[in-house]
């Protein structure tokens, strides 16, 4: 089975999810819109999800659109306030170290015309709010700042930003793929209009996410065709997927206080071994606030693709960034924002540990890591 270090990239399903999930695929596998009993048990299935995800937030069960995962949900967030707000304006402010869910949307965006101000981040990862404040203009129509980064963990400061452009009168969209799940998100607490989660990053189903859009929010159709999603986000609902999301979510949120001081106190034993034990090794997780399970090496003189190489054949799975960019092999855009060194870039490894991971786990890591040449 090997030992799996790449939790960021994606999760094991919980026995508890597959199980929920399994009478969707051939009991009841009716079409929710339909009218007679099948596709009443599907209707009924989906407003629980529906209501348990919204409860996890502290939202209302209207505010959640299911999607296709965290892309999707991403994409509809930027392009559907766009369409919903271009009479205001065609400014955007994002990061330079988002996902490229985020970035790659913006890209286009400028293709058509849209302005978009990427903002610095310090070198642990944070964005100034400072800088966000002054970046805001009158035709600024979203921010989209991430929750936390996938690739070193950093979270960022999400209630200073929710209040900053909510001040302004401006919408605030939070890409919370790699928080929700891991950490308390609440959209009472946090004041985001929008966020991203995606099912896979915390033991559910791959290829199921959402999109919470506050209730006062209007948000433009993502895609067309069919009522589903009150008209938002057309295609036969993914039943089994959403029921297996809104289960992990809600074995993610009772378990949270216990998983988050395990995943931490394994990160924090793995970091202090490898300081102590592995020469010219700096980290790259460094802020005040991250993510309990990453954890993000430069080992000096060494060359990440090599590293991994040697542990995958160790069977032992961790990665050089985020799995996206770890077939292009481009040196990584988040680690280059925080002013790293090319040679802190080169060797750099993230670890990122779930709540299953354990000592002895850390323990062969460490044995294979300090005899690696
Ligand atoms: N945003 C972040 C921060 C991520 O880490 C990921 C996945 O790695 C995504 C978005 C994309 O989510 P999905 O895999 O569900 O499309």
């Given at each position: 089975m090997g030992i799996y270090l790449d939790h960021a990239a994606t999760t094991r399903m919980r026995d508890e999810v597959i199980e929920e999930m399994m009478p969707y695929f051939q009991t009841h596998y009716g079409n929710a819109a339909s009218s007679y009993g099948l596709g009443v048990e599907s209707r009924r299935a989906l407003n629980h999800a529906r209501t348990s995800i919204a409860d996890t937030l502290q939202a209302k069960p209207e505010e959640i659109y299911f999607t296709s995962g965290g892309t999707e949900a991403d994409n509809w967030a930027i392009r559907g306030i766009t369409e919903a707000c271009k009479e205001k304006g065609k400014h955007i402010i994002t990061s330079k170290i988002e996902h490229p869910a985020v970035l790659q949307t913006c890209r286009f965006l400028e293709s058509q015309g849209y302005e978009i101000t990427y903002l610095n981040v310090d070198s642990s990862g944070s964005v100034d709010v400072k800088e966000l404040e002054s970046a805001i203009r009158k035709d600024t129509i979203l921010?989209?700042?991430?929750?936390?980064?996938?690739?070193?963990?950093?979270?960022?400061?999400?209630?200073?930003?929710?209040?900053?452009?909510?001040?302004?009168?401006?919408?605030?969209?939070?890409?919370?793929?790699?928080?929700?799940?891991?950490?308390?998100?609440?959209?009472?607490?946090?004041?985001?209009?929008?966020?991203?989660?995606?099912?896979?990053?915390?033991?559910?189903?791959?290829?199921?996410?959402?999109?919470?859009?506050?209730?006062?929010?209007?948000?433009?159709?993502?895609?067309?065709?069919?009522?589903q999603?009150?008209?938002?986000?057309?295609?036969?609902?993914?039943?089994?997927?959403?029921?297996?999301?809104?289960?992990?979510?809600?074995?993610?949120?009772?378990?949270?206080?216990?998983?988050?001081?395990?995943?931490?106190?394994?990160?924090?034993?793995?970091?202090?071994?490898?300081?102590?034990?592995i020469p010219k090794v700096t980290s790259n997780t460094s802020a005040k606030d991250i993510l309990p399970g990453i954890l993000n090496v430069s080992f000096g003189g060494r060359e990440s693709a090599q590293m991994l190489g040697h542990l995958d054949r160790k069977e032992i799975y961790a990665s050089g960034g985020s799995a996206c960019s770890s077939q292009d092999r481009k040196p990584s855009h988040v680690l280059l924002a925080m002013g790293k060194t090319p040679e802190e870039i080169r060797g750099a490894v993230r670890f990122s540990l779930g709540y299953d991971n354990t000592e002895e786990?850390?323990?062969?890591?460490?044995?294979?890591?300090?005899?690696?040449?």
């Amino acid at each position: 089975m090997g030992i799996y270090l790449d939790h960021a990239a994606t999760t094991r399903m919980r026995d508890e999810v597959i199980e929920e999930m399994m009478p969707y695929f051939q009991t009841h596998y009716g079409n929710a819109a339909s009218s007679y009993g099948l596709g009443v048990e599907s209707r009924r299935a989906l407003n629980h999800a529906r209501t348990s995800i919204a409860d996890t937030l502290q939202a209302k069960p209207e505010e959640i659109y299911f999607t296709s995962g965290g892309t999707e949900a991403d994409n509809w967030a930027i392009r559907g306030i766009t369409e919903a707000c271009k009479e205001k304006g065609k400014h955007i402010i994002t990061s330079k170290i988002e996902h490229p869910a985020v970035l790659q949307t913006c890209r286009f965006l400028e293709s058509q015309g849209y302005e978009i101000t990427y903002l610095n981040v310090d070198s642990s990862g944070s964005v100034d709010v400072k800088e966000l404040e002054s970046a805001i203009r009158k035709d600024t129509i979203l921010i989209s700042i991430m929750y936390a980064n996938n690739e070193v963990g950093t979270i960022q400061p999400v209630q200073q930003i929710s209040e900053i452009a909510h001040a302004r009168g401006v919408l605030f969209h939070t890409d919370a793929v790699q928080a929700y799940g891991q950490i308390p998100v609440s959209a009472k607490r946090d004041g985001f209009d929008m966020l991203s989660a995606s099912a896979h990053k915390f033991n559910g189903p791959k290829g199921v996410g959402f999109l919470y859009v506050r209730g006062y929010q209007k948000i433009d159709s993502f895609i067309r065709g069919g009522e589903q999603e009150v008209g938002k986000r057309a295609g036969t609902e993914n039943v089994p997927g959403i029921v297996g999301m809104a289960k992990a979510a809600e074995l993610a949120q009772q378990e949270m206080p216990e998983r988050m001081q395990r995943t931490q106190r394994l990160r924090n034993l793995l970091w202090s071994r490898i300081s102590e034990e592995i020469p010219k090794v700096t980290s790259n997780t460094s802020a005040k606030d991250i993510l309990p399970g990453i954890l993000n090496v430069s080992f000096g003189g060494r060359e990440s693709a090599q590293m991994l190489g040697h542990l995958d054949r160790k069977e032992i799975y961790a990665s050089g960034g985020s799995a996206c960019s770890s077939q292009d092999r481009k040196p990584s855009h988040v680690l280059l924002a925080m002013g790293k060194t090319p040679e802190e870039i080169r060797g750099a490894v993230r670890f990122s540990l779930g709540y299953d991971n354990t000592e002895e786990e850390i323990e062969l890591v460490m044995d294979v890591l300090t005899k690696m040449r």
